[in-house]
């Protein structure tokens, strides 16, 4: 079973930066065969694709609302994958997850392993 635990959520001001990490278990899980995608839920809202990018790094694909601003990333050997979050807005707080996926979709339901999830809070 895949399991990923995000990290480097916190409360900044708009136009800071800030990068999320996600990494998966060293024990039984082969990251580097599987897609990742960053997805943000804000209170009230449902859950909002944010980034992916294939297992071996080669295609890239970003949310509208983030073009621009956010880049995916991953480093294999290290088994984590990455969200460099520039540019935040007071519209960017939410909880992160990230997920894992044979296939890319910009569906939540179609991915699986989610980690516990980061708060990103920005303050106006």
């Known amino acids: 079973q895949v399991q990923l635990v995000e990290s480097g959520g916190g409360l900044v001001q708009a136009g800071d930066s800030l990068r999320l990490s996600c990494v998966a278990s060293?024990?039984?899980?082969?990251?580097?065969?599987?897609?990742i995608a960053w997805f943000r839920q804000a209170p009230g809202k449902a859950r909002e694709f944010v980034a992916a990018?294939?297992?071996?790094?080669?295609?890239?694909r970003s949310g509208d609302s983030v073009k621009g601003r956010f880049t995916i990333s991953r480093d294999n050997a290290k088994k984590t994958a990455y969200l460099q979050m520039n540019s935040l807005e007071p519209e960017d707080t939410a909880v992160y997850y990230c997920?894992?996926?044979?296939?890319?979709?910009?569906?939540?339901?179609?991915?699986?392993?989610w980690g516990p999830g980061t708060q990103v809070t920005v303050s106006s």
């Open positions: 997920a894992a996926a044979s296939l890319i979709t910009t569906t939540a339901s179609r991915w699986g392993g």
């Open positions: 060293e024990f039984g899980f082969t990251f580097d065969t599987y897609n």
């Open positions: 990018i294939t297992y071996n790094g080669a295609s890239t």
